[in-house]
């Protein structure tokens, strides 16, 4: 198709619409799909195997450069990747959408053989005489419909064609020009996009060209449309978006990837692999999106991300779990889920949910991921298949000057919390290779009352058989078995330097036998 003068003006004609070949706009989408394979394949070659291999094996400056030159080339690799993705969609949705206004177009026109009118070159139709006249009785003059891509702007005359072929070849007038004119406007709208997908000269990949991929996507996803995000099951169970992701074929599951990392990213219910894989993309995008901005909450936001990219692609060191992200996103104060371990395929599986003050920062980056990742290291000394994973999936509580609040105070954003806690768990439970893993809950400070929030909901967390509570203000409950675990599963912890132990709570019942903190109560940690 051509590019035609604009939305407003286009010269293509319904002939040329009937003659487009959208198999070969697919066949264009299917190539760069096999190129960005290649590269996503080079990839993981270079990060899988070049790089631990020189980690392991060799020394020296000569080694730190090529590591150095290695990493880069993977982010390279890794933006091919992106890019031949978002192509791919632009093309296979262009082809989507011509190929409704082709079928629009070939029923008009069935429908004007079918009732022996001629449709012109110009899209106006002619139709036969037909009728009786009310005076001579004699059928009545034919004539020639125009057509009106908007009807919908037209404002009716009040008159009533006397042919009674009149309406007939008006109706197939308008569906020829309403195709044509919403054929154009897609041919216009997508290459606009396909100009745009245009990398910079040279080798490298810096920050700003990621920064105009994160606006490709966007363009893209804004012109797909209902291509493919109407489909994607936002509101279905877990359950029912692993049975959506398992019946997706390979050339769709990419397109999905490709085209919207962020919301396949944080579907509980889908395998842990490909929400890696789409969160470490999406991770790039956000980079992009927030790089150059200059408030605070950008910089701060954009540090803590930079920092977990590093992580990511770094070599675990000897006897350290390889590490997944599960989620990621700059929403409120942030949000990221990191796995050490595959909790997929891990018999044992805890999830800590931190508490006040924990936003998407660097030292939640460095701080409460290194707790995560050391978690996993202990536990995998008894079984080697444990993960350990950090959710900072909701807004916690701030409070900089480390007194009460009354975001601390209340129960909101703990039962928001919750709610996407128990969703995350339930999606652990069901994505998991075994039958019934043994998966724990652990909340320190206000993340233990996101966890007893998220306890309150249905039967309690799908899946989790204990619950750790750390320096907790509380948890919305009086008794350990409310927690839907059973009294023997909960677990306690206080210190006596943490302000929380010695604070009264609202209610004066204790566990017994689980520790001295308080179940229902106020105060931080």
Not at 99 to 106: M, T, Y
Not at 147 to 167: D, F, I, K, R
């Amino acid at each position: 198709m051509s590019g035609g003068s604009g939305a407003a003006g286009s010269a293509l004609t319904w002939a040329a619409l009937r003659e487009v070949k959208c198999a070969e706009l697919e066949d264009a989408a299917d190539g760069w799909g096999r190129v960005g394979n290649r590269a996503d394949a080079a990839r993981d070659r270079v990060e899988g195997q070049l790089l631990p291999g020189l980690h392991d094996t060799q020394k020296g400056e000569a080694v730190g450069a090529a590591v150095g030159r290695l990493r880069r080339l993977g982010a390279n690799f890794q933006y091919i990747h992106t890019e031949c993705g978002l192509l791919r969609t632009t093309l296979n949705s262009l082809a989507h959408e011509i190929k409704a206004q082709q079928r629009v177009l070939q029923g008009a026109l069935d429908d004007a053989a079918a009732l022996r009118f001629t449709v012109h070159a110009d899209g106006s139709v002619t139709y036969p005489a037909a009728g009786e006249g009310l005076v001579d009785g004699k059928p009545l003059a034919g004539g020639t419909a125009s057509g009106v891509p908007n009807p919908g702007m037209v404002t009716p005359s009040g008159l009533v064609a006397p042919n009674p072929n009149a309406g007939k070849a008006q109706d197939i007038a308008d569906r020829v020009a309403q195709a044509v004119r919403a054929a154009a406007d897609a041919d216009w709208r997508y290459t606009r996009i396909l100009r745009a997908l245009r990398a910079q000269e040279g080798l490298g990949v810096p920050a700003a060209t990621w920064k105009d991929a994160a606006a490709d996507a966007a363009a893209v996803r804004q012109a797909a449309g209902s291509y493919l995000r109407n489909a994607i099951p936002d509101d279905a169970s877990p359950a029912e978006r692993r049975a959506w992701w398992a019946g997706l074929t390979d050339e769709q599951r990419e397109e999905y990837l490709a085209v919207y990392p962020d919301r396949i990213g944080k579907l509980d219910g889908i395998p842990a692999l490909v929400r890696d894989a789409a969160n470490r993309d999406n991770l790039q995008l956000l980079m992009g999106k927030l790089e150059g901005r200059d408030d605070e909450d950008s910089a701060t936001k954009l540090a803590a991300l930079r920092e977990i990219d590093r992580q990511l692609r770094a070599v675990p060191g000897a006897g350290e779990p390889p590490m997944y992200l599960l989620g990621i996103g700059d929403q409120g104060n942030g949000r990221a889920i990191v796995s050490y371990g595959n909790p997929d395929t891990a018999r044992n599986v805890a999830a800590y949910v931190p508490g006040l003050n924990t936003s998407l920062d660097e030292e939640f980056a460095k701080g409460d991921l290194k707790r995560a990742r050391d978690t996993a290291m202990a536990a995998r000394e008894i079984d080697a298949s444990a993960a350990a994973i950090v959710w900072l999936g909701y807004d916690a509580p701030q409070s900089p000057d480390g007194m009460s609040s009354l975001a601390v105070a209340g129960t909101e954003r703990a039962e928001n919390g919750g709610r996407a806690f128990r969703g995350f768990m339930s999606g652990l439970a069901v994505s998991n290779d075994h039958g019934d893993p043994h998966m724990t809950a652990i909340g320190h400070s206000y993340g233990s009352r996101t966890v007893g929030a998220a306890t309150q909901q249905g039967d309690g967390i799908p899946g989790v058989d204990d619950i750790v509570l750390v320096g907790s203000p509380g948890v919305g409950v009086d008794r350990a078995e409310d927690l839907k675990v059973g009294r023997g599963q909960v677990c306690v912890g206080a210190a006596e330097n943490d302000v929380v132990t010695h604070l009264p709570s609202k209610e004066k019942g204790l566990i017994e036998a689980a520790g001295r903190v308080p179940l229902r109560g106020g105060g931080i940690s």
